[in-house]
């Protein structure tokens, strides 16, 4: 077993906010099976024969013989008019098609770099790409940049259904609006009617996000008391792209409609950049189908608390008077997990029929988060993890911390010392097709023994900050956490380390949430572990942009020697020449962690 430490960066050019690249509202679509799919209103558990709900899709996956094809075309655009009708000084945008698919499908994805200076990359997130690291689009592991002017084609299998979001991994440059919206058909644990589609709610920065990322790099602006370097607020929070400006005319509220006396699906996801955010609607309840790309027992509840790439699967049942009702964000009082300047971001869920007024009951505040993940999920395809296999080895701990390095006046999170610092030249698959054994310590490269079944990770938290971590190429099990501090920022506040004797009997083997993105808590500890049945090098990172940019996130190389053997990666080759090439024209040097 490992441990990391965590007490208490540097993302560069031409970068903006994810959601005005997000699809309008008018995207909103119906799920199309084929034709000889049991899956119905009445029956949404059933997909096709031998599929359903309690497929482990981990272990199966339907064979469909087709093969979606998207082109994504990425643009720059200066002084750009957001969905809120402000103006955005840098936007690298997306032509925003929502990738969608069905449970078995291939996709394929041909992204084009249309930027002026700028590489890019794309990841799929959650897509667990099993033997197929080389297309999980991590610039400086997984692949080199595509230069400007560059094209890259991505193709993965669809083996698990739900939804999710794709993005820019190239710095902090998804913040500048390289995102969106990814959806994959499949069963659902309740019956409902209409898929309403997916429906991002996200932070928005008027700024370019390397001028913003310099503000956060600069340890002399302490946007919190006590956090060096902490984030400014957001601008605006937009719901599927579009908001109204919170300061005067502009914009307009997004708009999801019901049909009176139907149940709806509705794709809750959260892209953002550094918000976190509870969501609830006036007047309505909401009940849990899936978080992230996994199936759960459904469940009823008032409130939902989004981290940065958390997504939930709600079904909505159009019960109400015919009327339009807020949906209301919110944001914990400590402001440790995310502020904004609009102090009432809202959209509107209109029943079909009710006009065109905007709502008058504002609606009651849900209970504070306190930055915490939401409880209650309990996956339909379980898990029994070996308990056996744990043990608390402190010799095996990994300390994370934040560093001021005043030499050069930036702020770092570092794990064991050293903040992650990969080589969009050299990435780190390269190395393994080289034959490399040994790699440089700035990459932060964990490798895990071949020969071990689970991997158990105990992050612990020195600092005030929460963190929303994120996993590729696998689901965790979240074996266990600490409960999230009132007020984190107090000066009485301080880091509660997990103790085996204390908490080990709270700890849950059987069957535990499983997902791709959690938050650690404040202060806190947080217990996870994933079973080592996936060769690749695979990032586990916090995904607030900015800090990921400074360094926290480690790299996981997992059964080394079987990646040459499980993938082509000499598919590598075109596309690090290319950027080679492109090199000693680049005008933005990297400034950060390149992650």
Not at 177 to 189: D, E, K, M, Q, Y
Not at 197 to 211: C, H, K, M
Not at 228 to 233: D, L, N, T
Request: net charge negative; aromatic share 10%.
């Amino acid at each position: 077993m490992r441990f990391f430490t965590l007490a208490a960066g540097l993302a560069q050019a031409t970068l903006l906010s994810l959601v005005a690249a997000s699809p309008s509202p008018k995207a909103i679509h119906q799920i199309s099976p084929r034709a000889e799919s049991c899956n119905s209103a009445g029956n949404r558990a059933c997909w096709t024969k031998g599929f359903d709900i309690n497929t482990d899709w981990e272990a199966s996956t339907p064979s469909t013989g087709v093969t979606r094809t998207y082109t994504l075309t990425i643009t720059e655009v200066d002084n750009y008019v957001g969905g809120d009708g402000q103006i955005k000084e840098k936007a690298m945008l997306v032509n925003s098609p929502v990738i969608t698919a069905d449970w078995g499908d291939r996709v394929n994805v041909t992204v084009i770099n249309n930027l002026r200076a700028n590489g890019t990359s794309i990841h799929f997130h959650g897509i667990r790409q099993l033997n197929n690291n080389v297309n999980d689009g991590v610039s400086g592991v997984t692949e080199c940049p595509i230069p400007p002017g560059g094209r890259k084609t991505y193709t993965f299998l669809a083996t698990q259904y739900g939804s999710s979001w794709y993005h820019s991994h190239y710095s902090s440059q998804y913040a500048n609006g390289v995102t969106g919206s990814l959806v994959i058909n499949g069963p659902a644990s309740l019956p409902f009617d209409i898929d309403l589609g997916a429906f991002p709610i996200s932070d928005w920065y008027y700024g370019a996000a390397d001028n913003i990322y310099a503000r956060v790099n600069d340890p002399t602006n302490p946007f919190i008391p006590g956090s060096p370097g902490s984030p400014p607020p957001s601008d605006n929070i937009f719901f599927n792209g579009t908001n109204v400006n919170p300061n005067g005319p502009g914009g307009s509220y997004a708009k999801v409609v019901l049909t009176p006396g139907k149940r709806h699906l509705l794709r809750l996801i959260n892209p953002s950049v550094d918000n976190t955010f509870t969501v609830s609607i006036v007047g309505h309840s909401m009940t849990v189908v899936a978080n992230d790309f996994v199936p759960v027992n459904a469940y009823t509840t008032r409130s939902l608390y989004l981290g940065v790439g958390e997504r939930y699967d709600v079904t909505i049942d159009a019960s109400q008077p015919v009327a339009n009702y807020w949906i209301n964000v919110t944001f914990s009082a400590s402001g440790v997990c995310g502020t904004s300047k609009n102090p009432y971001p809202a959209a509107i869920l209109g029943y079909a029929g009710a006009g065109s007024k905007n709502p008058k009951d504002r609606g009651i505040a849900p209970p504070d988060s306190l930055c915490a993940d939401q409880p209650g999920l309990q996956p339909i395809v379980g898990r029994k993890v070996p308990r056996n296999q744990f043990t608390a080895a402190p010799s095996q701990s990994l300390s994370v911390k934040l560093e001021v390095d005043s030499s050069v006046s930036k702020v770092f999170w570092k794990v064991n010392e050293s903040a992650i610092d990969v080589s969009w030249e050299q990435p780190t698959l390269e190395l393994i097709a080289q034959g490399n054994s040994s790699f440089p310590t700035p990459k932060s490269i964990i490798t895990i023994p071949d020969n071990s079944e689970w991997s158990f990770w105990l992050i612990q938290n020195l600092s005030p900050i929460p963190h929303p971590l994120h996993l590729h190429g696998h689901d965790f099990v979240i074996l266990g956490r600490s409960s999230s501090p009132a007020n984190p920022l107090s000066p009485s506040a301080g880091p509660v380390t997990f103790n085996l004797e204390n908490d080990g009997e709270s700890l849950n083997f059987d069957n535990p949430p499983r997902r791709d993105a959690t938050m650690l808590p404040s202060f806190g500890w947080l217990l996870v572990a994933f079973k080592n049945d996936n060769p690749g090098a695979w990032l586990f990172h916090c995904h607030v942009a900015w800090h990921v940019s400074q360094g926290l996130s480690v790299l996981f190389l997992e059964k080394k020697d079987k990646i040459p053997k499980v993938m082509d990666l000499g598919e590598l080759e075109p596309n690090c020449k290319a950027w080679r090439e492109y090199l000693p024209s680049n005008p933005f040097p990297k400034p950060d962690s390149g992650l």
